[in-house]
């Protein structure tokens, strides 16, 4: 059983387009972190979400943690080609460290 | 501010010979970790290193695999004898101290043949 599903798997779409991204999970988090990961590169943290309904916004990004701080949204306003590659969300696992467990992902494509 | 450094980049072996990955952390971070992401997947945890001492190895396939930080700074992850199914990306990250945000590497994408 995965700790953390993401959905959906794959995603393409056009330039200028809106798209929403999931991480759900039945456990309850502290926080939540969200990834991008571009093809040859490791993942760079996006974001961190700490408190139920939290809502951050990173430029084009909006990113919301749910009010149980069981599940989390990534929502991209007018996507662009450089906005492609693997969305990870993640939790911090370890007990008292920075070990990370991550979703499997949503692979976005923007088509210019 | 140079990152996590890794090499090589690519790797292909045939199954049962032995494979070697090297990573050197962001400068003056005690923390360092090794994650295997296999196709399709997110990362997943195979150790964690704190100085030269292991934190965490309960990840690690130890009838096979091996890694060490002998310095407090660089390490190596090892392979011996490889599978088909550890085909996958070995991601090296290092934070500054345990309970830090992890930087991570390049990756080594190793294709077991």
């Known amino acids: 059983t995965q700790l953390l599903e993401q959905s959906p798997q794959f995603l393409s779409i056009q330039e200028g387009e809106n798209l929403t991204v999931y991480c759900n999970s039945s456990s309850v988090f502290s926080s939540l972190q969200w990834y991008r990961q571009e093809p040859g590169e490791g993942p760079v943290l996006l974001v961190t979400?700490?408190?139920?309904?939290e809502v951050k916004k990173l430029k084009r990004l909006t990113f919301q943690f749910g009010d149980a701080r069981k599940d989390s949204s990534l929502h991209i306003t007018a996507a662009q080609p450089g906005d492609t590659g693997l969305y990870l969300c993640a939790v911090v696992s370890g007990a008292g460290s920075y070990q990370l467990t991550f979703g499997k992902g949503t692979k976005l494509s923007v088509i210019p | 501010e140079a990152g996590v450094a890794q090499s090589p980049r690519y790797k292909i072996i045939e199954k049962r010979q032995s494979v070697a990955f090297w990573c050197n952390p962001i400068?003056?971070?005690?923390?360092l970790y090794w994650y295997q992401q296999i196709l399709g997947q997110g990362p997943k945890l195979l150790i964690q290193?704190?100085?030269?001492?292991?934190?965490?190895d309960s990840q690690l396939p130890k009838d096979r695999f091996s890694a060490e930080r002998l310095k407090g700074v660089d390490s190596t992850l090892k392979i011996q004898p490889a599978k088909l199914e550890d085909s996958a990306v070995y991601l090296c990250?290092?934070?500054?101290?345990?309970?830090?945000?992890?930087?991570f590497g390049q990756g080594t994408r190793l294709t077991v043949v």
């Open positions: 990250a290092s934070s500054f101290d345990w309970n830090t945000e992890a930087f």
């Open positions: 400068s003056g971070h005690a923390t």
């Open positions: 290193f704190q100085n030269n001492g292991v934190v965490d």
């Open positions: 979400v700490v408190t139920g309904g």
